[in-house]
């Protein structure tokens, strides 16, 4: 688990982003949650889920073979459908 997180922290460094803008961004989702948590849980787990994984599936550090690595990105995969399912779902039905 820890060589996943580590690819997630690196990753996330490259990009430069200041710390201000990543608290005002959870500040601006949080109001938009209290507003509507189902459109915006959906939106922000497809963001997140989307980024994790493609930073997963498309890291050159992040040996998948080795350990249980590859059983961590699946299981994640498959959690993240179901919670992307029940937000649909909470969507449909509100």
């Keep these: 688990m820890e060589p996943l997180i580590e690819t997630l922290k690196t990753e996330w460094a490259t990009y ?13 989702v949080a109001v938009f949650g209290y507003r509507n948590w189902q459109r915006t849980g ?3 787990w497809v ?5 994790t994984m493609a930073v997963f599936l498309s890291s050159d ?3 998948l073979y080795e350990g249980m690595n590859s059983v ?3 299981t994640y995969g498959l959690g ?8 649909i779902y909470e ?3 509100g």
């Design 42 to 44: 959906l939106a922000v």
């Design 16 to 28: 430069g982003i200041p710390d201000i803008f990543t608290v005002a961004t959870a500040i601006i």
């Design 80 to 87: 993240g459908f179901f919670v992307m399912g029940y937000f």
């Design 61 to 63: 550090t992040l040996d």
């Design 47 to 51: 963001i997140f889920y989307g980024w």
């Design 72 to 74: 961590f990105v699946c």
């Design 91 to 93: 969507n449909l039905k």
